[in-house]
């Protein structure tokens, strides 16, 4: 989940009342929770430090390096950097202004941030859905980037598969390490912290921007919203075409209209309490740019039209064209994108 703040009652909720008896396997899972609690808490000490995240499908593996640097409650800096060290990517927040600069285009777009406390889904409903489909048990300990840990794992309740590892620092709290599994139990995605200042010495972090001299500046003012899929149908003016057909255990989070390129798409997100699934409706004739290059994308068809799947660090890409443009992207298997692709009804 992309939200912390509203996920902290979630795991309140979920915690046996005070003086209750437990079995071994239940205090195992109390202390899991409380972990994971902390863990989604918002940090109240500033860190620095520098992460790797890979994607791998098959053969295929994707990575990116950034360096993050954060002070609470809400000012970050992440910068991306090339497999030669050159920076792609800079995205600074005062908690503010968001700027968003793309080094080799030399464009940057400035807008505000999201607020979380605007989503369509309540704390209660989140944590329905998260114990409806997961479970949580403790992994043992594990040493990140010099720093003791303990591991968290999320299971699925459906199948009983391992989705998610997670490392939390023994000391303040944070995620250190994110690991996902596929349907095979095999590493899917990896986001890890190599080195780390935690806490770090914030004296004399800056968090403005200022575009370098002929970069190009986009105006985004628009600050990302929440939306019933109708109300952003209806102020993108597009017709609403929405999927017949969800994986088990995912429903309908919210909405939003995505500024790009004088244009705007339509953005519906879909989640299962974890994973979340995102479904771009573009106009016909439009090119999206997602990351940097990579593997060659593999061509296949969805409702009998050309198609392309791309690998990507944040997951999987599936785009086509059916009356429109569209684009998947999550980090479900190949087959299963290409059933919610091919169940779009208006």
């Not at 995240?53 to 002070?71: A, C, I, M, P, Y």
């Amino acid at each position: 989940m992309s939200t912390k703040g509203s996920l902290l009652a979630l795991f309140a909720l979920w915690l046996p009342a005070a003086g209750a008896s437990a079995a071994p396997e239940t205090r195992s899972e109390k202390r899991a929770l409380e972990l994971l609690k902390d863990s989604l808490e918002v940090p109240i000490t500033p860190y620095e430090g520098e992460m790797r995240v890979v994607t791998r499908d098959g053969g295929t593996e994707r990575s990116k390096e950034l360096s993050v640097r954060f002070f609470p409650p809400a000012s970050f800096r992440r910068v991306v950097v090339d497999p030669l060290g050159v920076p792609a990517w800079t995205i600074v927040s005062d908690g503010r202004t968001q700027w968003a600069f793309d080094h080799r285009r030399r464009t940057a777009w400035r807008s505000e941030p999201a607020d979380p406390d605007f989503k369509l889904m309540d704390p209660e409903e989140e944590y329905r859905l998260m114990a409806d489909n997961y479970s949580f048990r403790l992994a043992g300990t594990r040493e990140v980037a010099d720093r003791e840990c303990t591991v968290v794992e999320v299971v699925s309740r459906d199948t009983g598969r391992l989705v998610q590892a997670l490392a939390v620092d023994d000391e303040y709290g944070v995620v250190l390490e994110r690991r996902t599994f596929g349907p095979d139990g095999q590493a899917a995605s990896e986001q890890r912290f190599v080195r780390i200042d935690l806490p770090a010495d914030a004296e004399g972090w800056d968090f403005s921007f200022k575009p370098p001299p002929g970069a190009k500046v986009v105006l985004e003012p628009r600050q990302a919203d929440f939306l019933p899929a109708e109300d952003a149908s209806e102020e993108a003016g597009t017709a609403l075409l929405e999927p017949g057909w969800l994986p088990p255990g995912y429903v309908f989070e919210s909405a939003d209209l995505v500024p790009y390129r004088g244009l705007n798409l339509l953005h519906y997100r879909y989640t299962d309490g974890v994973d979340v699934l995102s479904l771009f409706q573009c106009p016909p004739d439009t090119r999206l740019a997602f990351g940097r290059p990579g593997p060659a994308p593999r061509r296949l068809t969805v409702a009998g039209k050309p198609a392309r799947l791309a690998l990507l660090s944040e997951g999987k890409l599936l785009e086509w064209g059916v009356g429109g443009r569209f684009v998947l992207l999550g980090r479900l298997g190949p087959e299963v994108l290409r059933k919610v692709a091919e169940s779009l009804r208006e």
